[in-house]
């Protein structure tokens, strides 16, 4: 019965001690593990294809509030009717109003406060994909009653698509210099560790606005029939994508 326990006993001790091995192996392969960290990136230019414009339309009155509002109600749906026609709804295009406010308007002269007149303003924003006409727009709803254009903006439809392919090809760059520098250290890529990815778009030249040269004849003479209205540049959109990614190599 004693030979029987100590046997036992025995196999025991040589079972621990191949476990302890086996975990001593695991550390040092680790150890044996390096890494190689790269950063890249990739950028195009695009022309936008979709233009956000916003027109404000101001009208007053000295006596009345309820008459200023009512001026500004049928100018600004002259404004509103005449763009709705010249957009497609079915592209994605779409007209909206904002920003309605009435208000009298106070000067301060010496610190006395005195009436001026009665202000109403209302917002008529047009969100389009026909950027060739956005000169004809703003003709037009200049002509039919707006007072203002506040801004003019660009943005392109298929944005993520063009980060998505930008970051597959800076992905794609990222593991292949990887695999380059690891050829010099005489080692190899076995793995990735970590990646991150960014995109941004930025308006490398900026949209403008600007009346055409004989568009000022025509300011100075409202019947002068030469005018050819309104010049708009969309420009470009730079997107830029960056990939840092760690990989692991042995």
């Known amino acids: 019965m004693k030979r029987i326990l100590v046997a036992i006993t025995v196999l025991s001790l040589f079972a621990g001690c191949a476990s302890l091995s086996t975990q001593a192996v695991s550390i040092d392969n680790s150890k044996d593990k390096g890494y190689i960290s790269v950063n890249t990136s990739e950028e195009t230019d695009i022309s936008p294809d979709v233009a956000e414009i916003s027109f404000a339309v101001k009208t007053s009155d000295l006596k009345s509030l309820q008459k200023a509002t009512t001026l500004n109600k049928e100018l600004s749906d002259k404004v509103y009717t005449e763009l709705k026609s010249m957009i497609n709804s079915a592209s994605g295009d779409y007209i ?33 994909k026909s950027t060739d006409k956005i000169g004809k727009m703003i003709d037009n709803a200049i002509t039919a009653g707006a007072t203002n254009v506040d801004s003019l903006s660009f943005s392109i439809s298929n944005y993520d698509a063009q980060c998505d392919e930008l970051i597959t090809k800076a992905s794609k760059k990222a593991y292949n210099r990887a695999n380059m520098l690891a050829k010099v250290m005489n080692t190899s890529v076995i793995g990735v560790s970590s990646l991150n990815t960014s995109c941004s778009a930025n308006n490398v030249n900026q949209p403008r606005l600007y009346m055409a040269k004989n568009m000022l004849s025509a300011v100075a003479d409202s019947t002068s029939e030469s005018a050819s ?3 708009v540049s969309n420009g470009f959109i730079k997107i830029n994508a960056n990939v840092s990614a760690s990989f692991f190599v042995k």
Do not use: C, L, Q, W
């Open 96 to 128: 909206k109003t904002s920003d309605f406010n009435a208000s009298p308007i106070y000067s301060y002269i010496n610190s006395k406060k005195t009436f001026e007149k009665y202000e109403v303003s209302n917002r008529i924003i047009v969100h389009t």
């Open 229 to 231: 209205g309104m010049s």
